[in-house]
């Protein structure tokens, strides 16, 4: 084991789908979700990626969103948008989920993605989308940091 704790999702990983729109969640990834007993992630769409999360944490945000008023119209276009579109993807025997078409369609995942850990989630990326986002992310680096300052960092 590494000088981490292995209950958080870290790092990035590269991967391809195959021709039936699996994919093979890599290892240190899966042992975070072995080490919960968790056979599956909820995934779910932006409008640049798709994010995964352990069915545990998904109950937690959709508990949140329960809090928030049924009638204002910003939350119902949120819930509309990103938990209608939720999906349930199991982990099969060889470590893969299925992402559905329409979700692949969603956010242009064709065949390279990247994995990147969250923390407490992971996000899936169309390779290129990801590198362009990496670099706006490089050209805005210094002011990231200043707002990471406001959290104490």
Known sequence: MGLLSQTRFRGQSLNRLDSKG???????FREVLDSHGIAGVIVTAT???LDAYTPEAWEKFEAKTLSA???DPNHRAFMRYYISAAEECELDKQG?????PIMRK???IEQEVML???VGSFEIW???RWEMEMQDGADK?????KGMAAFGF
Request: glycine share 6%; aromatic share 4%; proline share 9%.
């Open 47 to 49: 409008p640049k990626h």
């Open 22 to 28: 699996r994919l093979r969640i890599p290892a240190k």
């Open 116 to 118: 990147a850990g969250m």
């Open 96 to 100: 893969r989920i299925l992402i559905p």
């Open 141 to 145: 680096f210094d002011e990231l940091a």
């Open 126 to 128: 169309d390779k290129e």
């Open 106 to 108: 969603k956010v242009g």
């Open 69 to 71: 008023s049924e009638v």
